[in-house]
């Protein structure tokens, strides 16, 4: 018996030393250099929980979030943001202005700045940047790769689909060291907002070239960087240089010693990549990340009450219940009133969605210019809803009204929540609705995008401040999921992506929103806005619609 | 035993056709196929064709069977979409950390595990063997991601010794990782606070991970001893004044031992190839958390491989508790 009390003692000893060990080690591993467990960071060093790694630190091939964020902060663009708005403002270009025609654009560029390998940012390193994208070919031309470009430039110098559309970009010129002209193939009033995205940063020349950014093999749908450019290296001339870039472990990146701008306040930014939620939540409150995006409105209470900072990202979406007017009897306008009119959004939306969330009354949100204070609106009104449905002249409507399972969207986070309030609202008004349903992807979509769906759940977010980008991307050509569109309307927003005077385009687009709202092609209801948390002592982080957010502005209180 | 041996392993190679197999079926019968899984949202049907005509997946089920194993014996596993990396590259950087993580799981699960069941058979009855038993039940019924979270909330929020995620701190940038095994890597490049940082990393999602296999070892050492005590060659080795040590080392454990390590062997498959919950719960980059990225952002060459791989490794470390089997007890080698 002796020699089992023995082995019982050696083996709680032996896990007794196992925590023993690794409890001492909390004191012992914190020290300057090598800070382990918690309070990482603090001081000249920032770590932030990222919900996943960059794809690529080649901005040119991402689309996604996380890869953006770092980029921002690596890179910058010819023209940006304000801080916290939409507004275009000076970025590595100081001066712009289009000619007559709209169609070549003159960039004064900033005089003494350089990239982080030293090399010279001028005129010469922009039409490099431009030309390069341009002549993107193969796998890189995958909208999975070039998302944006295609976006805003829509084609390449060579499309290799023949589906593709022509290039908006023609050609550049750098007429002096700091002066570069882009040549456009017509007008178009996106470009320039287009130019504050993150894909649009000015890499150096010679690093893009000497680290293989075109090394891109594999195919469209499983592109492959081989290049050591976007993993090893990425070079631009943003307040922070790339220290280090570790997938499914960290992204260190530190001051730029001789960026043109004001010095950053914190030497290190380190971007951590933690998945799971509740995880960001725990490695905050024990100290090891001082802020995370996207935070779970169930935890607002409870971080703000443990002293935390939220800060709350202007809203830039819209979910809205779509109408499909080519089928009946929602093509009867009396009806589509009545159905706005039986909708309770504002219960839905306090039901529903994090606090801060706003109804909506058009298709884009109230941060954008060409947002009009004066559209139509329709108030929830059950008996207003019945009268309308007895003018209309339809018996007993019956309405197919379709919603998508197992997804969830910021301006959608339960959809079957978002319907069954919606059915009982239109119930109540005298509808009979017939409940519709499908997986989101791909059966969802595409009973939405061929015209399959009458009344139907769906959303936005925008990926850049113009009103393009919203109601154009919906309205300006004819989409089966909308029925049809007034020529009237899609005149209009058409006039709005080629007009560069920005007073008449903002007249434009808020004429279109009355037009919209008018005409009702759905009803938007929701603008949602995510939030950051920080630790107390973090200042100076604004939050951007357009998620153009600059650690290099960040300091610590104390 | 070499004969033993070498039969354990010919026998291997049925088993891996079959998985292979079921694998690829696997994967075809996901729902939309591996098309959709692909093409995300808003695909038009004629790139749903071309995707199909690119990945084969419009030729006759064995020609695609013949080239999916050529491919995977060739180890072309194709590039993950989410990283844009090699599948076979990813896999490999991430498996040292779940290889690290089960280990140090398995030795806590041993370390209490054998000790408390003996102790527990031991003494029947006692207050030790009613704890051990509610402490099994417990350590069986409780879900792993709940006691993650809350033995991070304890001992990283509440008592701040241990990190709640990664596999190092964040400030350790600068360390060095020969082998990819950062709690060796500390030790190999004479960096020694690198070492216990990564110790320190491992210790809770290793607990949390342990509590399975140490509810079950401990649970089948009780078993196991309890039966081998009752056997009459115990009594005649008691009768013949045989001292306790000797009878416990040479005629109870080793005997008792059998099914221990079918459990042991077991559990280490099991932890190796199903850590998904914990690695993702502590944010630690190990092929579990990577597999359940990869599931989420249908990210379906990652998939294939990894089901695959840990399929393969299961296997494997099956093998190695069979021929166990031989070197303890001689009568399985005749078998």
């Known amino acids: ?558 | 035993m070499l004969r033993f041996a070498a039969r354990r392993v010919l026998l291997l190679v049925p088993i891996l056709i079959g998985l292979s197999i079921l694998v690829f079926l696997f994967v075809r019968a996901l729902p939309g196929g591996p098309e959709t899984a692909l093409l995300g949202e808003n695909a038009t049907p004629e790139r749903v064709a071309q995707v199909r005509e690119l990945y084969g997946l419009d030729r006759p089920v064995y020609e695609q069977y013949v080239s999916y194993v050529q491919s995977v014996l060739s180890l072309d596993f194709g590039t993950s979409i989410t990283t844009r990396q090699p599948v076979v590259e990813e896999i490999a950087r991430r498996f040292p950390g779940t290889v690290e993580l089960t280990v140090t799981a398995m030795i806590i699960a041993v370390a209490v595990g054998i000790p408390l069941g003996f102790v527990a058979a031991r003494r029947y009855g006692s207050w030790v063997d009613n704890l051990s038993t509610a402490g099994s039940l417990l350590g069986i019924a409780i879900p792993v991601f709940a006691l993650g979270y809350l033995l991070k909330y304890f001992f990283a929020i509440k008592l701040g010794w241990f990190p709640t995620q990664g596999r190092e701190g964040s400030l350790m940038f600068r360390n060095e990782h020969p082998t990819g095994f950062y709690v060796l890597d500390g030790i190999v490049t004479g960096n020694p606070e690198a070492a216990v940082d990564a110790l320190r990393h491992l210790i809770l999602p290793a607990l949390a991970l342990a509590t399975i296999p140490l509810a079950f070892i401990t649970r089948i050492t009780r078993a196991s001893v309890l039966e081998v005590t009752g056997e009459d060659y115990v009594r005649t080795a008691e009768a013949k004044g045989m001292t306790r040590s000797v009878i416990t080392r040479r005629h109870i454990l080793r005997n008792a031992m059998l099914p221990i390590v079918t459990v042991v062997g077991l559990q280490t498959g099991l932890l190796l190839s199903g850590a998904v919950l914990t690695e993702t719960v502590f944010a630690f980059d190990g092929i579990g958390r990577f597999l359940a990225q990869a599931v989420f952002a249908r990210d379906f060459p990652v998939i294939q491989a990894g089901i695959l791989f840990l399929a393969v490794i299961f296997v494997l470390v099956n093998l190695l508790v069979d021929l166990s089997y031989g070197l303890l007890d001689p009568r399985v080698r005749t078998r």
Not at chain 1, 235 to 245: I, K, M
């Open chain 1, 1 to 558: 018996m002796r020699n089992l009390r023995r082995q019982g003692v050696v083996a709680l000893g032996l896990a007794g030393l196992l925590v023993g060990t690794a409890a001492c080690g909390g004191d012992s591993g914190t020290n300057d250099d090598g800070a382990s467990g918690s309070d990482e960071g603090g001081g000249d060093t920032l770590v932030f929980g990222a919900s996943a790694d960059p794809v690529s630190l080649d901005p040119a091939y991402v689309s996604d979030g996380e890869s953006l964020r770092a980029a921002r902060q690596i890179y910058e663009t010819l023209v940006t943001t304000e801080a916290g708005g939409t507004d275009i403002v000076e970025g590595l270009a100081t001066k712009w202005e289009a000619d007559e025609a709209g169609t070549a654009w003159t960039f004064t560029l900033r005089d003494g700045v350089t990239f982080h390998d030293g090399t010279e940012f001028d005129a010469e390193a922009v039409c490099f940047n431009f030309d390069r994208w341009y002549n993107f070919e193969g796998v890189q031309q995958s909208p999975s790769v070039s998302y944006y470009w295609q976006t805003v430039f829509t084609g390449f110098a060579n499309n290799e689909d023949p589906e593709q559309g022509e290039s908006l970009y023609a050609s550049c010129e750098a007429t002096d060291a700091t002066t570069a002209v882009i040549n456009l193939t017509g007008p178009s009033a996106s470009f320039l907002p287009g130019l504050a995205l993150a894909a649009f940063s000015i890499a150096s020349p010679t690093a893009l070239e000497e680290f293989g950014a075109d090394e891109v093999t594999g195919t469209g749908e499983e592109p492959r960087f081989d290049g050591a450019y976007g993993l090893e290296e990425a070079v631009g001339t943003g307040p922070y240089t790339l220290e280090s870039f570790e997938p499914g472990n960290r992204l260190v990146m530190t001051a730029y010693e001789d960026y043109w701008g004001d010095a950053p306040a914190i030497e290190t930014i380190i971007f951590r990549p933690i998945a799971d939620g509740p995880a960001r939540r725990q490695a905050l409150e024990a100290g090891e990340i001082q802020g995370y995006d996207l935070v779970d409105p169930a935890d607002y209470e409870a971080l703000e009450g443990a002293g935390y900072q939220l800060l709350s990202r202007p809203a830039f979406n819209v979910g809205y219940v779509g109408i499909n007017t080519a089928k009946p009897p929602l093509d009867n306008p009396q009806i589509r009133q009545a159905i706005a009119h039986a909708l309770n959004r504002e219960a839905l939306v306090q039901a529903q969605y994090p606090e801060g969330s706003e109804v909506a009354t058009q298709f884009m949100p109230p941060e954008l210019f060409g947002h009009a204070d004066d559209v139509t609106e329709y108030e929830y009104d059950v008996e207003k809803a019945k009268a309308l449905i007895a003018e209309s002249g339809v018996a007993n409507p019956t309405i197919e009204f379709w919603y998508p399972t197992g997804v969830s969207r910021p301006y959608m986070p339960n959809p079957e929540a978002n319907f069954q309030a919606f059915q009982a609202d239109l119930e109540a008004a005298g509808f009979t609705v017939t409940p519709q349903s499908a997986p989101w992807n791909p059966d969802y979509l595409d009973a939405v995008n061929t015209g399959a769906a009458g009344l139907y759940l769906l959303g936005w977010t925008g990926d850049f401040g113009d009103p393009d980008n919203f109601i154009g991307t919906f309205f300006r050509t004819d989409q089966p999921s909308w029925g049809t569109i007034p020529q009237e309307i899609q005149d209009q927003l058409e006039a709005g992506r080629t007009e560069t005077d920005e007073a008449a385009r903002t007249a434009l687009y808020e004429d279109a929103n009355r037009a919209i709202m008018e005409q009702l092609p759905g009803v938007p209801y929701v603008h949602t806005s995510p939030r950051l948390v920080f630790a107390e002592n973090v200042v100076g982080y604004e939050p951007s619609p357009v998620s153009i957010e600059d650690f290099a502005r960040v300091s610590f209180s104390d």
